[in-house]
């Protein structure tokens, strides 16, 4: 058994590769079964075993009793497929979703999306879906950060086909893939950073969902603590749980902070979102925003200049996130197969009128 096993990926790999130097051209209708076994001296069955797992894979289709031929790979299903927890209404990926947009429209590419809502079992379910479809490339947020995640399987089948697939934002971890994300640990400790240099020593954070993103940011603000020497304070960390929207957790979370007996003077949002829910839980407790409790957010997405007050938070270049991730997709598409591609972006702190310097004598 294991020496067919061997011949029929061996046999597999040689049409392959025909088919790929273009010695079989799309179209070409190769040898029959029969034929095949005794061109390679084998059984049918181990050519039967070699020619349905290329017709898997994409690179033959069969014509019912007119025999199989190499796949015609036609322009007009030039497809990349996109994986994100929500739609391209959330500001947040649609504007990701137009630096993708912007690259590969540009290349003849059709985009289809897939939204996960943030579930697993979706997310799999999808992805196991994509292994029966002619698709050329996906661009994907995980669900989850873990490395024993049930997408991880398909994924790596994907590999298996040579579809190249790129993490955007989220990454998922001891996994050897291309991403391109914000360089979250130097944005949470610049975000705490500022918050320290207006004076404030008591900092509450409101994390998101449990994924290296916010882990990073996490650690930054951990970090800049501790070079400033202010003593950590488990009480003012706060954890999006079981809650479906950030907004929840921000009003949810943020009341638990503020009615501590000796609460923050100041909150680090790790998203924007967040912020939303804090600032009603701030209104519905008649505190007032900066002047009771300074607040920081994170993504600058467009609606935050609106808020009252505009919300300080740190941006993150959302459309170029979305246009190198396009970019390294192509590249893989096109054949490199250089070394993992790891992209950290820069970040900058939009400075507006949710915070307040906090002066030490008050304290």
Known sequence: MEKKIVLYKKIKEEIKEQIESRRLKEYDRIPSIVELSKKYNVSTITIRLAISELIR???LETQGSKGTYVKLKRADN???ALFFSEDIKNPFIGEIYSGIEKVLSNE???LIFFKTDGNEEKESRYLRELLEREIEGVILTPTSSKGNSQSVYYLKKLK???IPFVFIDIKIENFECDYVETDNYHAGYDATKYLIGKGHRKIGIILGHDVNTIRERFSGYLQCLKDNKIEFNKLYVKQHTFQKYYEETGYICGLELLNLKDPPTAIFCTCDSIGVGLYKACHEMNLKIPQ????????????????????????QEKEKMGEYAAKILMERIKGSKGPVQ??????KLIERGSVASFHKEVM
């Open 57 to 59: 894979e994409g690179y």
């Open 78 to 80: 030039k497809l990349i």
């Open 108 to 110: 003849g590419y059709h």
């Open 160 to 162: 298996e086909k040579n």
């Open 292 to 315: 009771d409790i300074s607040i920081i957010g994170f993504d600058n997405l467009k609606f935050t200049e609106y808020m009252i007050p505009p919300l300080t938070t740190i941006h």
């Open 342 to 347: 790891k992209i950290f972006l820069e970040h």
